[in-house]
């Protein structure tokens, strides 16, 4: 059995969530607040969300724990195999939304939420917002008139993208472009999403 270790309604843990979901696998979502409780901070001394236990395979980071899900349980639609022409694009993809997106996204939770008042929108935060607000630029050029971000089907790209977006509106309050949040929305009515956010407590 698959263990996700999340915040309640964090978006992370949902990505995973959902993959399981669309994966048809069995899992079991371990909810907690903030801050983690002892037995948590045992597990994955570093305190952040999500991890997953899977026998004897104990993972962080929830770009690692997709590729590591799709690729052991596989194989999937999910993730192209290696020499399928769309797998270097959804790997790009996928790391993307954590290695550039995913990761300003922390700077920026982290001084809206806890920075004083006169440092919220220093030189660092200003720049982070802007280069967030390029990416979501390029990551809609890149969608264009197409359903998916890779190919004709869902992938783990749109599943790490779609929810590293719900950070960006859910927990920043700030604007999607256009047909990147009407991309986003369509995603987002998809049963397997709708029966992890409902495990997560997002709806
Ligand atoms: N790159 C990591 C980021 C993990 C992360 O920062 N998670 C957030 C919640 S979505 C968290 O745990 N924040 C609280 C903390 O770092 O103490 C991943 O994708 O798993």
Redesign the pocket.
């Known amino acids: 059995m698959l263990t996700i270790h999340n915040?309640e309604r964090?978006?992370?843990?949902l990505r995973i969530a959902w993959l399981c979901e669309e994966m048809g696998l069995p899992y079991a979502l371990r909810l907690f607040g903030?801050p983690p409780p002892a037995d948590y901070l045992a597990l994955h001394p570093?305190?952040?969300?999500?991890f997953l236990e899977d026998g004897e395979v104990k993972i962080?980071?929830?770009?690692a724990?997709a590729l590591h899900i799709a690729s052991r349980y596989g194989p999937t639609p999910l993730l192209p195999p290696l020499t399928h022409p769309d797998y270097a694009r959804v790997l790009e993809l996928t790391v993307f939304s954590?290695a550039s997106f995913?990761?300003l996204l922390?700077t920026l939770m982290g001084a809206h939420f806890m920075a004083p008042e006169g440092e919220k929108q220093n030189w660092s935060i200003r720049g982070a917002t802007m280069r967030c607000e390029q990416q979501l630029g390029y990551l809609e050029a890149r969608l264009g008139d197409r359903s998916y971000l890779v190919g004709d089907e869902l992938t783990l790209a749109d599943i790490a993208i779609a929810t590293a977006l719900g950070?960006w509106r859910g927990a920043l309050g700030r604007d999607i472009p256009p047909k990147l949040a009407a991309y986003r929305d369509r995603l987002l009515q998809r049963p397997a999403y709708q029966r992890a956010a409902k495990a997560n407590g997002n709806i």
């Open positions: 915040f964090s978006g992370r843990g903030y570093l305190g952040n969300v999500p962080h980071e929830s770009v724990i954590e995913g990761g922390n950070v």
